[in-house]
């Protein structure tokens, strides 16, 4: 990250802001979440349906 | 490395401009605002149709426009806007080259191509599904493909978007974190791959369906999977228009994010959560449970919601400390008041502002908790809802940047700046008025997408309160307004991009 | 300024007024959704999730049993059912029609069976404006006390062809 680059005795970036600045890691947690929660979990619900019972 | 011909320094703000992006950004842009004009066309139809006192349209092509229109507004025009949005924030913003322009002409011709196939199968009648085309309800294979098409240009729009940020790192053109306008833009592309994804994974079968090849597709499971396409698109919008705002406050009056890590931090709780609320739409579905409604209609606590009220404070925030920089600093409002009511961009951010914020987005958050959703689904307080996000929020906010972009892309001065002036407030005002009209008439369990409120030739006749006559009326002068104020942003940017006098 | 870089180091604390709104915001979004499942267990209105599997074919055969069983008589060509409190109550939702028409009384509890015979269709209760999708392959089990005397009407809200706004039920409650 260039953003560590500089002089020496400038502040170091704190690791929060390495964080957001890494788009590649934001776009897998972004699609990674919606998966998981919404529709991983939603299509394995309805495969658990019970059927009809009669 | 191109060649330094490649490239021009605009003369207004300093920015090197990549001729091969600037191109793909006018193409797009024109195209989004064809698109437009198609959707404002049925707007007017489906308006017409209806406010009862009108009643337009036979049932059919109410039907039919109602479709296109959904269609054309929520996918079409946003979505080539969004592209040319994305080219803008990554080449240009960046100080860079577009990554592979010729891939960029790829995706456009893909994204014409299925968009217009859409379009023809809709006006043959061959697609009259609306714009969800929920399953077993079945339209032409073509239809369907037009759709994946227009998807997968727009995902090598969207990669050409991230390869862009790569290339400018790479090259240096920039040093340390991405501008803010550039971190909302990436914001937006993030979700537009979830909601890419999400398309692929649904129209792909369903074609294959629609072509006899696959027997059956289950109808829950096509809505769980279409509504990770369906509404993630629209966060797509928010997350495009909070970039546009950041963007138009510092164009407007020079406003500079108070707090970086504030409105960083918002985009990400909309990366990390906002595409949960989908399950919105599932509410009072059978098949999925409780746990998983409460848990996912809450954004995961409300962390989306909170975005969203972190980015209504800083950007009229940033609009204030900007204004009092300047001296307007006499009592509360005097940067208010001094603001610069007059410029058509500032106009349509304010109130692009006040109807997502205080219409779209509270109607949103409630109609998105299970008992009131109990008395809002699928009547016409959904559409009440998202035309004051989809419409009063993004479309306004797209039409205020446009009249930086004819200046400074275009290269051409707008014309009739004194119509330019009323257009954002006509606009406003109309979609106010639908969106307002449409939720009180919801509120009376007046359906949505539904050609005849007074059920003429149904066998039971369920009686009909009479206030929902006024407030369809309201809904329908609205309309007109609204589609008056379309037509002038429509001939005000389609003149200036003719007739309007070069600049630079 | 929002369309240049910002400074090197960005991640800087926030002020008064800024910690504050973030306070307030956090703390309304938290107090919603500890209230949401809260409403959902103490709340008398809510979205059952009570769901089986369901041919039409399934869902035909014990909806035809259902009518014949408690038929009473005939609305507009629709069989008027009336059911016992607490038994097994069917509705049928095909194009462009709700069937039976369910005469039902206040006060009783009945398990209402709501499917499709055919497309996806939404069924609300009008004027009381209640609102539920309605989805072929799915029995949705909705256990409902009516509270309330009178006549209300099933319309369709959710788009299923060319007839949608002609089908039009109807629920009485005695």
């Known amino acids: 990250m260039s953003g560590q680059q500089g002089k020496g005795e400038e502040e170091r970036v704190p690791m929060w802001q390495l964080f957001y600045d890494n788009i590649f890691l934001l776009l897998a947690l972004g699609v990674a979440i919606p998966v998981v929660f919404y529709t991983l979990w939603g299509v394995m619900e309805l495969v658990n349906l019970p059927v009809w019972p009669k | 490395m191109s060649v330094p011909t490649a490239f021009r320094t605009c003369p207004t703000t300093g920015l090197k401009v990549h001729l091969p992006a600037e191109n793909l950004i006018k193409a797009n842009a024109v195209v989004a605002v064809v698109f437009f004009l198609i959707g404002v066309a049925m707007a007017l139809l489906v308006a017409m149709t209806r406010w009862p006192a009108v009643h337009l ?21 946003i979505i080539f806007f969004e592209i040319a949005v994305l080219y803008f924030a990554s080449a ?25 196939l859409v379009d023809v199968m809709i006006a043959l009648g061959k697609a ?10 079945k339209a032409h294979p073509l239809f369907y493909l037009g759709m994946i098409l227009f998807a997968v240009g727009a995902l090598v729009g969207t990669s050409l978007f991230f390869a862009t940020l790569v290339i400018a790192r790479r090259d240096r053109t920039y040093e340390g974190s991405l501008p803010l306008v550039v971190f909302g833009a990436a914001t937006a592309a993030i979700i537009a791959v979830v909601t890419i994804a999400h398309g692929a994974i649904i129209y792909i079968p369903t074609m294959l369906w629609s072509m006899g090849i696959i027997e059956h597709i289950d109808a829950s499971t096509y809505r769980i999977l279409w509504w990770g396409l369906g509404h993630p698109s629209q966060q797509i919008n928010v997350a495009a228009m909070i970039a546009i705002w950041y963007l138009l406050g510092a164009l407007t009056v020079g406003a500079k994010p108070i707090n970086e890590k504030l409105c960083r931090t918002a985009f990400v709780l909309y990366i990390l959560f906002i595409n949960l609320a989908s399950a919105h739409h599932l509410l009072v579905d059978p098949g999925v449970s409780s746990t998983w409604k409460i848990w996912n209609t809450s954004y995961a606590m409300y962390l989306a919601v909170l975005a969203s009220m972190i980015h209504g404070m800083t950007v009229p925030a940033s609009i204030e400390v900007a204004q009092r920089r300047k001296g307007y600093t006499k009592g509360l409002f005097e940067w208010l008041k001094k603001a610069p009511w007059g410029n058509p961009s500032f106009a349509a951010l304010t109130l692009s502002i006040v109807i997502f914020g205080f219409i779209g987005g509270i109607t949103g958050v409630t109609f998105g908790t299970e008992q009131i959703n109990i008395i809002s689904h699928n009547t016409l307080r959904i559409p009440g809802h998202f035309h004051a996000t989809v419409v009063g929020g993004t479309t306004l906010a797209f039409m205020g940047v446009t009249y930086y972009v004819l200046p400074l892309i275009f290269r051409r001065q707008v014309v009739a700046q004194a119509l330019a002036k009323i257009q954002p407030y006509l606009f406003g005002v109309g979609i106010v008025m639908v969106s307002l009209g449409m939720t009180f008439a919801g509120s009376y369990g007046i359906s949505r997408r539904h050609w005849d409120i007074t059920f003429a030739g149904a066998t039971l006749q369920p009686a009909v309160d009479p206030t929902v006559y006024l407030l369809l009326g309201i809904m329908g002068i609205g309309a007109i307004l609204a589609v008056l104020g379309a037509l002038l942003y429509i001939l005000i940017t389609v003149g200036t991009v003719l007739a309007g006098k070069k600049t630079g | 300024m929002s369309i240049t870089v910002p400074e090197r180091v960005w991640w800087k604390p926030l002020d008064k007024g800024e910690k504050l709104w973030v306070a307030i915001a956090l703390t309304w979004c938290l107090v919603m959704f500890i209230m949401m499942p809260l409403w959902h267990l103490q709340g008398k209105q809510n979205a059952p999730s009570e769901t089986y599997r369901v041919s039409a074919d399934q869902f035909e055969k014990a909806a035809a049993a259902f009518i014949t069983q408690y038929r009473v008589g005939e609305e507009q060509g629709v069989p008027v059912v009336a059911p016992p409190s607490g038994s097994d109550i069917y509705l049928v939702a095909r194009m462009w029609s709700w069937e039976p028409v369910l005469k039902l009384e206040k006060g009783k509890t009945y398990r209402l069976h709501l499917s499709s015979v055919d497309l996806q269709h939404g069924m609300t209760i009008y004027p009381m404006n209640i609102n539920f999708q309605v989805l072929p392959g799915y029995d949705y089990v909705l256990t409902i006390t009516p509270t309330e005397k009178g006549e209300y009407h099933l319309i369709c809200n959710e788009f299923c062809g060319i007839g949608h706004h002609l089908m039009v039920g109807k629920i009485l409650v005695v």
Request: proline share 4%.
């Open chain 2, 57 to 77: 349209l036979g049932d059919e092509f109410f039907y039919r426009a109602l479709t296109a229109h959904g269609i054309n507004m929520l996918i079409f025009w």
């Open chain 2, 92 to 116: 240009i913003l960046l100080n860079s080259r577009l990554a592979a322009p010729k891939l960029g002409w790829l995706a456009f011709a893909l994204m014409l191509a299925g968009s217009g």
């Open chain 2, 128 to 137: 009259d599904v609306m714009m969800t085309s929920y399953v077993p309800l």
